[in-house]
């Protein structure tokens, strides 16, 4: 069966920083382009940031462009969403996603609807 699991979520302060991860059972995450999304409280599910499968490239939403950044670890088989200078509108869950990528060097995108493989999502609260 093939999984993702997301982790890493919780409550930080306005400014806070935290590391969300995104472990993958059941497939090499290698061969996969990975997408992280989030789910605001009365709001439409949104793309945040997306690596390419070889990691060479990657893809921002302008909101959060300078605060995250996105990785993989493909020795572990996990991927990684670093977030920095945490703000209160950044809260809601985060999603991670995978789509299997024949092109390592192809740039990732933000539709949603390419991916097919889902986490269950970790919530990311930012307040004081």
């Known amino acids: 069966q093939l999984q993702l699991m997301e982790s890493g979520g919780g409550l930080v302060q306005p400014g806070g920083s935290l590391r969300l991860s995104c472990a993958a059972s059941?497939?090499?995450?290698?061969?996969?382009?990975i997408g992280w999304f989030r789910q605001a409280p009365g709001k439409e599910r949104e793309g945040v940031s997306c690596?390419?499968?070889?990691?060479?490239?990657?893809n921002y939403q302008d909101s959060v462009k300078g605060r995250f950044t996105i990785s993989r670890d493909n020795a572990k088989n996990t991927a990684y969403l670093q977030m920095n200078s945490l703000k209160p509108d950044d809260t809601a869950v985060y999603y991670c996603?995978?789509?299997?990528?024949?092109?390592?060097?192809?740039?990732?995108?933000?539709?949603?609807?390419?991916?097919?493989?889902w986490g269950q999502g970790t919530q990311v609260t930012v307040s004081s």
């Open positions: 996603a995978a789509i299997f990528s024949p092109n390592p060097t192809v740039v990732c995108g933000l539709d949603q609807k390419r991916y097919r493989i």
């Open positions: 059941g497939f090499t995450l290698n061969y996969y382009e």
């Open positions: 690596i390419s499968r070889g990691g060479g490239r990657t």
